[in-house]
């Protein structure tokens, strides 16, 4: 495979579930970011990492976890979330972390719905 | 506070004919800008962008206008096709506290009817 993937696509989740969203990129870079895009709302950053080291957490609720164990994966763990979490969850990466914005490179998103 | 607005969710132009797609902006501390396009089911893509020293940058038949005393910003696309139906986002970037930032507007849906 090539690009950005992340697995599942499509997640449905009570809200004492935990679940964890996977990101994997095959370009070689060494920054992962992830993002949420809620309907209506403009697409925002939630964490940033730059070769496997977290950079940037803006402000999100500790229900939302990232692990990043190497380069190439990026984790999202979630628990005990809030039917106002549903979203669709993007990950991107781009060369590294200095590199301009418009090389980040977005993979297919995680449509999640908490119930 | 939304930094970056997209006031147009959707907008509809005949196949052919010019699209015009806005975006404001409230923080003059933005130097960058970009337009990203989104096909559903899939992650934005980057399209075109624009350092604000510049008020004009053109690739093929896309075009982004910036207006930095307006805090306005348009992407022109001509003649428009059918494969430009998607979901277009409109970002700024700038300098945050010594990190930079990116903050997405909303989106405007573009149908272009054949």
């Known amino acids: 495979e090539t690009g950005v993937t992340q697995t599942p696509r499509h997640l449905v989740m009570g809200m004492t579930n935990k679940k964890s969203l996977k990101c994997e990129q095959h370009?070689?870079?060494?920054?992962m970011y992830w993002y949420k895009q809620s309907a209506k709302k403009p697409l925002e950053l939630m964490f940033v990492y730059s070769l496997e080291e977290r950079v940037e957490n803006n402000s999100v609720p500790s229900r939302f976890s990232p692990e990043c164990p190497n380069s190439s994966h990026l984790f999202l763990h979630l628990h005990t979330l809030q039917p106002e979490d549903s979203a669709l969850y993007l990950c991107a990466s781009s060369q590294d972390r200095l590199a301009g914005v418009d090389t980040q490179y977005f993979g297919p998103g995680t449509r999640l719905t908490v119930l | 506070d939304q930094q970056v607005k997209q006031n147009s969710p959707s907008l509809s132009v005949q196949e052919g004919r010019i699209s015009i797609l806005n975006c404001d902006y409230t923080n003059s501390m933005f130097d960058y800008f970009l337009w990203y396009k989104k096909y559903p089911a899939e992650g934005p893509t980057f399209l075109i962008s624009i350092s604000s020293i510049k008020d004009k940058n053109e690739d093929g038949r896309f075009t982004v206008f910036l207006n930095k005393s307006a805090k306005h910003l348009s992407l022109h696309i001509v003649p428009s096709q059918p494969g430009d139906s998607a979901v277009y986002f409109c970002a700024a970037s700038g300098l945050d506290f010594g990190n930079e930032k990116l903050t997405f507007g909303t989106g405007t849906r573009l149908t272009i009817i054949p």
């Open positions: 370009l070689g870079h060494n920054a």
